[in-house]
């Protein structure tokens, strides 16, 4: 299961409102192949459910996981940090055994 952090929460609703996308948006996190680590996180806005995606929610955010990336992404916490350290949506992936420096790839 995928989850969000309180934080991450406000920051997709305040995106979904500024980009003018209703509730009926979710958001689609998956995993992809590239980057320095091996593996990439894509994260988007997608209003279309596809019949092999994983689907929860948490605390109110519907999210989406095709079946492939659900196998990566198991437990990760979705985060948003605006601090001296970087801005921007961070995964909490307990399934990594290592990752990059800027935190947008990842290794199993």
């Known amino acids: 299961m995928v989850t ?22 979710a958001i689609r996190v998956g995993v992809q192949g590239g980057g320095c ?17 994983h689907v929860v929610e948490d605390k109110g955010v519907k999210i989406l996981v095709d079946r492939k990336s659900l ?3 198991a437990g990760t916490e979705l985060d948003f940090s605006d601090g001296l350290n970087g801005k921007g949506f961070q995964f909490k992936n307990p ?7 800027c935190g947008e790839s990842f290794a199993v």
Do not use: H
Not at 4 to 25: C, H, M, P, T
């Open 71 to 73: 196998l990566y992404l």
């Open 95 to 101: 399934n990594a055994s290592r990752t990059c420096g």
């Open 4 to 25: 969000v952090s309180e934080i991450a929460k406000n920051k997709i609703v305040e995106l979904r409102q500024k980009d003018g996308l209703g509730e009926d948006y």
């Open 37 to 53: 680590s091996g593996l990439m996180y894509d994260l988007q806005f997608d209003a279309k459910q596809q019949p092999t995606d």
